[in-house]
């Protein structure tokens, strides 16, 4: 089992920033690659992010791309969503989660997932 927990989200205005964290415990942490998803209030859970397993390659969507940077440490067991130049669209609920597996970017092959943590974007 691995368990992982956000941190980081809050309300900021259109333009700010924000650091998500997500810190992982259980198995060992580097075995996985880790990922980003949101979901917004009537809207399914999509794929913001991923790093794989030794943090060599990320991955983005198209709207985050340029603006958000996924990082890890696996030292600290802990994966990071850097947020810039933040917009109202960006206004969801931020899972982080974690897979043993390279199929990064699809959240039905995803094995743990945190509990999330609200970030909104006032414009």
């Known amino acids: 089992q691995v368990q992982l927990v956000e941190s980081g989200g809050g309300l900021v205005q259109a333009g700010g920033s924000l650091r998500l964290s997500c810190a992982a415990s259980?198995?060992?942490?580097?075995?996985?690659?880790m990922g980003w998803f949101r979901q917004a209030p009537g809207k399914e859970r999509d794929f913001v992010a991923a790093i794989s397993r030794s943090g060599g390659n990320t991955y983005y969507a198209a709207s985050v791309k340029g603006r958000f940077t996924i990082s890890r440490d696996n030292a600290k067991s802990t994966v990071y969503l850097r947020m810039n130049s933040l917009k109202p669209e960006d206004t969801a609920v931020y899972y982080c989660?974690?897979?043993?597996?390279?199929?990064?970017?699809?959240?039905?092959?995803?094995?743990?997932w945190g509990q999330g943590t609200q970030v909104t974007v006032s414009s």
């Open positions: 259980g198995r060992t942490f580097s075995r996985y690659g």
């Open positions: 989660a974690a897979i043993n597996s390279e199929r990064l970017l699809i959240a039905g092959f995803y094995d743990y």
